[in-house]
């Protein structure tokens, strides 16, 4: 072997090892199995998603993958245009590769179901009763059982407001049961993070009791950007164990006899949840409350407000003292010009 040869063997070969070890290791990433936290992990695709926009879901949903190689593989792959929206359900063994096909194709087996933002227990139970493809079984559990499967730590009082409002991906066939068990391990998870975010000027003493004023704020709220400030309000009531007199409470506590609209003996009838008649939060959540929610009412505005009106356009009226607060109840409900 000549000297030419021999220095383009050298040359040669340890580029095309390296070369070949790229290709094996990215051959053995595209075909690899993803790390599932769980069995199944569901992934809602938005209209107009892109690959990059795509693995921040799934990194979010907690699934390692790397973003900038998921790209590539759709671009390379002539997949990235082909991305149609809607739910998919990531399985154990599922690759990058074979994730991309599915929403390339568009292979929506899962079907989906959302928990609104403010709803009840009861509101949830019909979305699932009505739901065509889940398996009804919450007849054969009673609400003492469900409690504590959902429950564990046995800080709730009830099962109202355990379970987060989300939109849920499912196999046909799913239990009702099962989609409640996974809305309350989410719903559990996000309160862990947010009560280790609290803010310490909050009076909140337990997690249970972030849930409880996160869903009043959650139906007191007409507009996003009252909720620090309504939760702020509640806030400092509670720290002069003032009443919270919030009506949403109230009507929850009528339950199935609340008429549409709230009467005067409505407000003085005594319930537990009536907190116009009784100190202090109520004893469950009256609501699945959201993110927006449970932040408001853990990290609430600081500010001398008491009272607060709704002034009929989503927003509110605060005020600091009664006399001020009854000027804009006449403003805003009796009509009278200010």
């Known amino acids: 072997m000549n000297a030419l040869n021999k220095l383009l063997l050298y040359l040669v070969l340890p580029l095309i090892l390296l070369v070949g070890g790229v290709a094996a290791t990215a051959y053995v990433w595209v075909n690899g199995a993803l790390t599932l936290p769980t069995e199944r992990v569901d992934i809602l695709v938005p209209p107009g998603a892109t690959p990059s926009s795509i693995a921040q879901l799934i990194n979010q949903a907690g699934v390692p993958l790397n973003a900038q190689g ?84 046995g800080q709730a009082s009830s099962l109202e407001g355990l379970f987060f409002p989300d939109t849920y991906i499912f196999s046909i066939g799913t239990t009702d049961v099962e989609l409640l068990e996974r809305a309350a391990r989410t719903q559990q998870k996000i309160l862990e993070r947010a009560w280790a975010n609290r803010a310490p000027n909050s009076v909140l003493k337990t997690p249970y009791e972030a849930l409880i004023l996160a869903s009043i704020v959650e139906k007191e709220t007409g507009q996003a950007a009252d ?112």
Request: charge should be positive; proline fraction near 5%; hydrophobic fraction near 40%.
């Open 70 to 153: 998921f790209v590539a593989l759709a671009r390379l792959g002539e997949l990235d245009t082909k991305i149609k929206a809607g739910g998919y359900q990531l399985s154990q063994g599922d690759s990058p590769l074979s994730v991309l096909r599915r929403m390339a194709l568009g292979d929506v087996t899962a079907r989906q179901i959302t928990f609104v933002e403010g709803w009840n227990l009861r509101q949830i139970r019909a979305a699932l009763a009505q739901h065509a493809d889940i398996k009804q079984t919450l007849g054969q559990v009673s609400d003492a059982d469900l409690l504590k499967r959902v429950n564990p730590h």
């Open 227 to 338: 909720r620090a400030r309504i939760a702020g309000v509640f806030n400092n009531r509670l720290r002069i164990n003032m009443l919270l007199q919030t009506d949403p409470t109230v009507i929850y506590g009528l339950g199935e006899i609340y008429s549409g609209k709230l009467r005067k003996q409505d407000l003085t009838t005594d319930t537990p949840y009536n907190t116009y008649t009784r100190l202090g939060l109520p004893p469950g959540p009256i609501a699945s409350s959201g993110r927006a929610a449970l932040a408001a009412a853990l990290n609430p505005e600081k500010h001398n407000y008491l009272y607060f009106v709704a002034k009929g356009d989503g927003s509110s009226a605060f005020a600091v003292t009664l006399p001020e607060h009854n000027k804009n109840v006449a403003v805003y409900i009796l009509g009278r010009k200010p």
